[in-house]
Structures are given as C-alpha cells and as structure tokens.
C-alpha cells in the first residue's frame, strides 16, 4: 500500500513538472541554454530560414541579387550548400540597387520572394516592396524558373522594407517596417510597423494599419547631437510550439542596426481583428540583446525561426565586435523556448566580464577566449549537433 501511495505521488510530481514545463514556468527559464552558434564565417545579414522536404534554404542580404543557399545541414549549410542566384534586376531600373531583406514563402501552390530596392537614382528613400514568382511549392525552389512580379497592389506609396507575410485566422497577413505616411519620403528618423491583409499573393485587400511605434528607450538611438532614431524593423510571425495557443505574434528587431544596440523585441498577438492595433501588445523589454558589459556578439537582430528536433531555433545577424556597423552582420542561431509570459532567449546574452581598470574591449575579448566554461563549449556542441539534422518543417 505505502508502495502504491509512493508512486502515485511520484507520478503527481512528474506531471506537475511536465505540466510547468510545458506552460514555460520558472524551471523552463532554469533549463534554459543561450548558447550561440555562429553558421556563416562571411556577412550574411537579415538571415531567413525556410524548410522544405529536410532541406534548409537560407535567404540574406547580397545587395545586388536575390541568391539562395540550400543544405540539408544548417549548422554547415555555408560549406555544404547548393547556392543558386534566382533574380539579378536589370541595371537602371527603379527596382535595381540595394535589394534588401528577400524571403522565401509558399503561397498558394507557389514560391515567392519578397524584398525591398531602391531606384539607384533616388537612393534609400525611394525602397519598396518587391515580389518575384517562382516555380509551384511542390518543387525545390532552386530548380525553377523565377519572374519578376513587380510591387505589391494597392500597397501605399511609400518609404518599405522587411516585408514578410503569415496566414493568422485563416488569412494572410503581410508585415513591413515603414516611415510614418504623413512623410512618405522625408523620414530617416522613425520607422514603425505596418500591417494589411493579402488578396492574394501580390495584392493587398486592405490599408496599411500602423501597428507598433517606437516608444521605449531601448527601440532608440541615441546619436549623441539631438538625433534620435526609433526604429521598429524586421518583423518576423512567431508561434509557440502548441500551434500558438500560449503565445503567438510578431518578434521585430529595433533600434540602430549599424550600432551595437540593436536588439529584437516582442508584439504579442492578443486576438481580435489583425488590422486593429489594438489586437497588438507590445512587451516591455526586449527578447535578446547584448549585455552592457559583455563581450558579443553584439547587435543581434533581423531574426527568422525554425523547428528542429521538436525545438525553436531563432536565426539572425550579429557581429563580432561593437564596431562593425554593417559589417561582418553573421548568421546565428540561438534556441527559444517559451514561459508563461511569451518567448524566452535569456533577454540577453555574451559573457558578462566586469570591466576592468583601465582595461577595454580588446582585453575583454580575450576574456572571453579563455573563460568559456565547459558548459558554453557543451550547449555550442549540442546546438551544432541540433542544426545539423533535418528539419521538423513540411
């Protein structure tokens, strides 16, 4: 009898445990690994990751083209990937410098690419979204024929970049970081976040809806002069493990992504109507950043998310160095899990190392070179071990 009681109650506290584990309470914060891996020895900025039939297709910023990698390994997919160049703009046209940002999606039985470029006569403020077709979705992406498609319909005229596109409710939703439409052109200073409702894949079936605007300190850049720049950018839709139940919504990057500052926050989908900005709640710190006193990477941002191995791994650019500006913007891979509260990637990250006297950066890193403890080099190894099999995804 005293047996049966013993295990009955083991069992109530196993449950209890799973149960707390699965809701993201204090222990799964406990359990937390924030190890980083870094995935590409080259820039590689605005990281997206798309899966399909166990192979990963990595899309980033080139500038000039739209380029595809694919591998069946992430964790190696720079050594190991197939890369195809699927779109380069005829020169002179108003779609033909600084392509930013593509992404790989499937809508609709077909591969599409969204980007922003600019009209290389115009510059920065004349980027727009762009759209290319390629071949069905039943297909590899990279064996097909791609075309250009032009702008997004009915999308306003204006200042976009960071488009990405998430079907929520049962319809699609497309999301871009713009300057505000009362100064189309003539703001480098704030960049909020618009949504509108898809037609179809090219076509927009409602207006564009102001749903986030930098308000806390840390979306912000400070130059120093009496500049600020609120930035919100780079929205990516994210759902918990559970289909989204506990947590679903949009991760953005923020602040300035040429400065070590730069960080991703959370936009919580609270339910309602998409287009209403009310149906948005913004969170109070950001989701990772660099620590203050750390030692990298540093600017973690612009992230994109997959599920491997039953785990959520975000992908994003940073760099080495406080320095680096846009430079050196390396893909990075980092797991997620989530708490009661929404996702959870340690708020920040980087060996924490007391600045010494008199001591800088330089003597910093090598702080870090040597004081990596068995733990670091055991969650990198487990991570890469992660990465390196095939995806969950279709």
């Not at 703001?187 to 037609?199: G, P, R, T």
């Not at 400070?222 to 506990?246: K, M, V, W, Y």
């Not at 300035?256 to 960080?263: A, L, M």
């Amino acid at each position: 009898m005293l047996y049966i009681l013993l295990r009955e109650a083991l069992t109530g506290v196993s449950r209890a445990l799973t149960s707390l584990l699965s809701l993201g309470g204090p222990a799964a914060v406990m359990q937390y690994d924030n190890s980083t891996l870094t995935i590409t020895s080259v820039g590689t900025p605005d990281p997206f990751v798309t899966v399909f039939r166990g192979r990963y297709y990595l899309t980033f910023t080139t500038g000039n083209r739209v380029e595809i990698w694919s591998s069946r390994s992430l964790a190696d997919i720079e050594s190991a990937a197939d890369r195809h160049v699927v779109w380069t703009p005829p020169q002179g046209t108003d779609h033909s410098a600084e392509l930013w940002a593509p992404e790989l999606h499937a809508l609709h039985g077909r591969w599409y690419v969204y980007y922003a470029a600019a009209n290389p006569a115009r510059g920065n403020k004349s980027h727009r979204m762009y759209v290319l077709g390629g071949p069905p979705s039943s297909e590899d992406p990279c064996r097909g024929q791609w075309e250009f498609l032009g702008r997004i319909h009915e999308m306003p005229d204006h200042w976009a970049i960071d488009g990405t596109v998430f079907e929520l409710n049962g319809n699609w939703y497309f999301a871009y970081s713009g300057w505000p439409l009362d100064s189309l052109d003539d703001s480098d200073l704030v960049q909020q976040l618009f949504i509108l409702k898809l037609a179809d894949p090219t076509s927009a079936a409602s207006p564009a809806i102001v749903i986030s605007t930098p308000r806390h300190d840390w979306e912000i850049t400070r130059e120093g002069n009496g500049t600020d720049h609120g930035i919100n950018e780079g929205p990516q839709f994210l759902r918990s493990p559970d289909g989204g139940i506990a947590w679903q919504g949009l991760v953005y990057s923020c602040a300035g992504s040429w400065t070590h500052e730069y960080k991703m926050g959370l936009l919580k989908y609270i339910g309602g109507d998409p287009l209403n900005p009310a149906s948005w709640e913004k969170g109070e710190e950001p989701l990772v950043q660099t620590r203050r006193h750390g030692t990298g990477p540093f600017g973690p941002g612009h992230g994109s998310f997959v599920t491997v191995g039953g785990q959520v791994v975000a992908i994003y650019h940073a760099t080495d160095t406080p320095t680096d500006g846009w430079d050196n913007r390396r893909a990075r891979a980092q797991r997620v899990t989530f708490t009661e509260e929404g996702p959870y990637m340690g708020r920040s990250f980087g060996l924490e190392v007391q600045k010494p006297d008199g001591g800088g950066l330089v003597k910093r890193l090598k702080q870090r070179l040597v004081g990596r403890s068995k733990s670091e080099l055991a969650g990198e190894k487990s991570l890469r071990a992660l990465l390196g099999t095939r995806t969950d995804n279709y």
